[in-house]
């Protein structure tokens, strides 16, 4: 029995060791994927979209089912969905309570990467702030090619590539930053390779991703 026990965790160990990192497309195609695995069998999974217009990074653990199949339970350590905007004159950025009290810098940024504001996202009470809310410049951020969008960057580091966290935001649309959302599934390694199995994942449906 000791013999059995140490094989399935030298198993364990042989994929998981080295912080292996999968990289790919969501099968649908619209999402570029991360996944790495530590050797603590913690877990890291990022997707985004369109220059992190939806962003989300997920952290939590990675356990053994069988010979190759591994269940992962994450929870959503940030998010960015981007949605209509309510009034194109203004621009919003709708903060979650559970994560606003950490950002102590929002920076939104115009295109021409010279004109910036910054936020924070509690008052100076410390109390959260549900709604951001500013007056646009119009020429600076409208419809034209070239001045469409705003950079919104948080203090928050991408867990994988340690980049700055930011996100594209096109105009007539609001930002909204959220956390704690729980997702499970299992997902087959073998040939390095790591691909999703059972039902979809949410946003993005399968993942199939080669080791880097």
């Not at 160990?13 to 603590?40: E, M």
């Not at 209509?84 to 950002?103: E, G, H, M, V």
Request: with cysteine; glycine share 8%; proline share 2%.
């Amino acid at each position: 029995m000791k013999k059995i026990i140490f094989i399935l965790i030298l198993s364990l160990s042989s994929i998981l060791t080295f912080g292996q990192t999968f990289k790919g497309l969501s099968t649908n195609g619209h999402y570029n994927c991360l996944f790495q695995i530590n050797s603590d069998s913690t877990i890291t999974y990022i997707y985004d979209r369109d220059n992190n217009g939806i962003y989300a990074e997920y952290v939590g653990e990675i356990r053994k089912l069988n010979d190759s199949t591994y269940s992962v339970k994450a929870k959503l350590a940030i998010g960015q969905y981007y949605m209509k905007s309510f009034n194109k004159d203004t621009l919003y950025i709708q903060l979650d309570p559970r994560i606003a009290r950490t950002l102590d810098v929002i920076e939104v940024e115009y295109s021409n990467k010279k004109n910036r504001k910054q936020f924070q996202g509690y008052d100076n009470k410390g109390i959260p702030i549900r709604l951001l809310k500013f007056p646009i410049n119009k020429g600076l951020f409208n419809q034209d090619e070239g001045t469409n969008f705003v950079t919104i960057t948080v203090n928050r580091k991408n867990r994988i590539t340690g980049d700055w966290v930011s996100f594209r935001i096109p105009f007539g649309s609001a930002a909204s930053i959220t956390k704690g959302a729980e997702i499970e599934f299992e997902v087959i390694i073998k040939d390095r390779e790591l691909r999703s199995i059972g039902n979809k994942l949410t946003q993005t449906g399968h993942i199939k991703l080669k080791r880097k």
